[in-house]
């Protein structure tokens, strides 16, 4: 397996060079745009490490996981669907026009920032900073990894800049879609985005979802089979945005990428896969990120179609 990944590092480094950096972020452009890593977790909870695996960099979309199992957890999934669609989308993540255009007139998915932003105002707690320490205790039990923390710079530059993010949030209150303290729930949404992590930590993520919500270092459950099947089904469909299509054809595996270059990926019943690659699509997905795990998938046979 490890000369299978360090195979596949070395194969895609070269794409890196056509995807660029987010800049929307302005922290986001301090990462190496060369890097490129790899680890995979497997069910039986053995771990293979490649490439710039080691580096750390902040999670962003892909807390949006994190935060629809909890929202779900919280008020079961027919009122959380009932605020927010379950449909793929065509525009880009934090596309405006879209949300008050669609047929369903509410976010279509809750991997897009409206749908994801929404998802906060579902989460329990009395305060917002219960709130986050929810998000974030949930995250280390996840991945196995107390010393969670938020890249505090990253944090605020998306609050001094997040105002793409904020329009969606006021527009969705005035539509009943949210409720409470708009300010409030960007703070928690910002925060999530900015929690910091390496390509173990979201490989054990994914592991957990293909071990249908089971722990495999550990055997602990922390989700129902149930909740772990709505979240890899919305990650094929949404979970690259719309480029979901063309990776469910190319790779076809539940993953869900986010703009600091990760994609966290869940091959059921065999493994979780973590790659990082800041250089990103005109989509906002990890070029070599996506280029690797095609390599795999091929070499691996992992497609679930
Ligand atoms: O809200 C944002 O725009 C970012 N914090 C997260 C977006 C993101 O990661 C999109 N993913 N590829």
Redesign the pocket.
Known sequence: MKRILEKAINDNRKWVKDGELASY?PELLNADKEALGICVTTLDGEEFFAGDHNTKFTI??ISKVITLMLAIHDNGKDYVFSKIGMEPTESA??SITNLESNELKKPLNPMI?AGAIAVVSMIDGETKEEKFNRILRFAMKITGNDSLAINEQVYLS?KAT?DR?RALAYFMKSMDIMEGDVEEILDIYFKQ?SIEINCRDIARIGAMLANDGVLPWNNQRVLSREVTRIIKTIMVTCGM?DGSGNFAVHIGIPAK????GGIMAAVPRRMGIGVYGPALDKK??SIGGIKVLEELSRELDLSIF
């Open positions: 972020i962003q979309s993540f934090n920032n998306e997040g993010n985005c945005y990428s986010g703009v600091g906002g997905n």
